[in-house]
């Protein structure tokens, strides 16, 4: 059982490129989130989605876009790449009013 | 606005001795709190949880306690052990509307032995 899934788990981009992280679950819940944690800091919530096709702003979402077309899928994208976007990315999931299942992470680095 | 926080960045405790992690929230509608264990380069995972009807929930060694007129919870760890030497996250969330799940910033334990 593979639970949550992220790809790549390391990356370094140019100041300016594109990327996209990948986030999938296979335990059909409906409410997937994406965080980013900075050294030293907490987890801040980037953007979160109810369900297929319904996506919404968290913390600090500026930098970034997502999107669902499946309930499986939630992947979120980096247009520009500034070093202020340097962190580890967690993707989560939640099935009902209980735990959010994570995945292992992303360490994304933009020189 | 840290809706969620976790004042203390870090705590050291002898083992065998009770480790108490706080966390402080803002936002009243909150409805259902979590504590998360981190160790380094692994995702967080579940530890325990409370809805905002209760004021205990017991698992083993662990207890979350919610004072909800305080906007206040912690997490006792009795008798701690060298394996919970990690980075506790509270959250929270509400379980109807958005389902927005907010973090704090955490607290570093070290379980010395």
């Known amino acids: 059982n593979a639970g949550v899934t992220q790809t790549p788990k390391f990356r370094i981009l140019k100041i300016g490129q594109s990327m996209t992280l990948q986030c999938t679950q296979d335990?059909?819940?409906?409410?997937m989130y994406w965080y980013r944690q900075d050294p030293g800091m907490g987890l801040k919530l980037i953007y979160y989605?109810?369900?297929?096709?319904?996506?919404d702003k968290g913390e600090v979402p500026n930098g970034y876009n997502v999107s669902r077309s499946t309930t499986e899928d939630f992947p979120l994208r980096l247009e520009l790449a500034a070093p202020s976007q340097t962190s580890v990315y967690f993707c989560?999931?939640?099935?009902?009013?209980?735990?959010?299942?994570f995945g292992q992470g992303t360490r994304l680095t933009v020189v | 606005d840290q809706q969620v926080k976790q004042n203390s960045p870090s705590l050291s405790v002898q083992e065998g001795r009770i480790s108490i992690l706080n966390c402080d929230y803002t936002n009243s509608m909150f409805d259902y709190f979590l504590w998360y264990k981190k160790y380094p380069a692994e995702g967080p995972t579940f530890l325990i949880s409370?809805?905002?009807?209760?004021d205990k929930n017991e698992d083993g060694r662990f207890t979350v306690f919610l004072n909800k007129s305080a906007k206040h919870l912690s997490l006792h760890i009795v008798p701690s052990q060298p394996g919970d030497s990690a980075v506790y996250f509270c959250a929270a969330h509400f379980t109807s509307g958005t389902y927005k799940y907010i973090f704090g910033t955490g607290t570093r334990l070290k379980v010395l032995a």
């Open positions: 989560a999931s939640l099935g009902g009013a209980t735990e959010a299942f």
């Open positions: 989605s109810v369900g297929a096709g319904i996506t």
């Open positions: 335990m059909n819940h409906n409410y």
């Open positions: 409370i809805s905002s009807i209760k």
